[in-house]
């Protein structure tokens, strides 16, 4: 039996009720069959068994009082998942589907696109069952207070740095890092996308869509073309799909779709003014799980209920909601329609059957870990700015960001070329990311 083929014996025996984390690490161990198979040093020093355990694993309890005086309790995580290359990094998610599962696949693939970032930053994610819509800001605050009241132990500017992630925002932010910062009594910039006044990095909420748009402009260069007049297909109505619109917008194309929980909007006018990026953030504070509103406002644009955006004809697709959220048949749709590149900004945000169709018909894909890597690189931007208390400007910071994003591209498809698998970005991101963390693991020892 090949050591792949043991691996996936022991995640499948040692995890059955985790299927997210299944397909992540499935999805990452077959793109390294080549490269274990080459170099026996990854076998030698048990590297996958030790890569697919989480180091440390967190679940705790986190209780509060609502508006009405009721106990609620909800259950908090923290996965701590590799620390080969740096502190922990990874946001919070908010969201009533958040188990065991999701927060280990969500750390899994954190570890693989931390490395792909160049910046020195390990694995990790945490985040809670606990759903935001319908609750009041004294709730929400009470809420995060409760929840750092225990995860503050676990935190630290170099042991593990949270971010903000879906249901997460600068509000949320904000409360959790007040209550951590009186817990330990000092102002180390222990989260990243904290407000402006107190140590944010600007362009941080911009950045994931930001440099999903980079990502995207690489793509097209390859084929010789470029984003100037594209069609492209967002979901979600988020902070990754408002930054995707805009700088979509700044490069010529028109984001004519956005979608939610309920259904999604086809804008025939485009997604490209700034009256309609600014009522995408009004709109989460309306109703985070109403895309609906959008056509009360921009009357030209058309409301799918219970649909995906996935049936419109576009040039390009962008994934921005949640994982799986683009399926086999969505993917047949697409490409019936000739979709030229789907680029993932949501983790995992495609089915495997998805991107199988994706690779076998030639349309460029690019996973998650390296398409949505912007993010959590602006990210790695705030910690330096931080430590060196300094603050760059929005120029300073979006430069770096994209030339982050162009190193990536290019470490993907320079990786997926070396390996024989040229033009594809799956490989060619999982091999890069993994080497990188396999040699820290290697030279570190056995610990
Ligand atoms: O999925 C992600 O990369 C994030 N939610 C951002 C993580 C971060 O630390 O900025």
Redesign the pocket.
Known sequence: MSYIDKILEIINKKDPGQPEFLQASEEVLDSLRIVVDQDKIYEKYGILERIIEPERVIVFRIPWVDDAGKVQVNRGYRVQYNSAIGPY???IRFHPAVNLSTMKF?AFE?TF?NALTGLPMGGGKGGCDFDSSGKSENEIMRFCQSMMNELYRHLGPDTD?????IGVGAREVGFMYGQYKKLVNNVTGVF??KGLTWGGSILRPEA?GYGAIYFAEEMLKLKNESMSGKTVAVSGFGNVAWGSCIKAAALGAKVITISGPDGYIHDPDGISTKEKFDYLKEMLLIDRNKVETYVKKFTNAKFFPGKRPWEQKVDIAIPCAIQNELNGDDAQKLAANNVKVVVEAS?MGCTPEAIKLFVDNKIAFAPGKAA??G??ST?GLEMSQNSMRLSWTAEEVDVRLHAIMCNIHKTCVDTAKEFGFEGNYVIGANIAGFKKVAKAMIEQGVI
Not at 161 to 165: C, E, F, L, R
């Open positions: 990094k990874g946001g969500l954190q696109k740095v949270p971010a903000g992630d990243t996308g994931t983790n949505n890597a993010g959590v990210s």
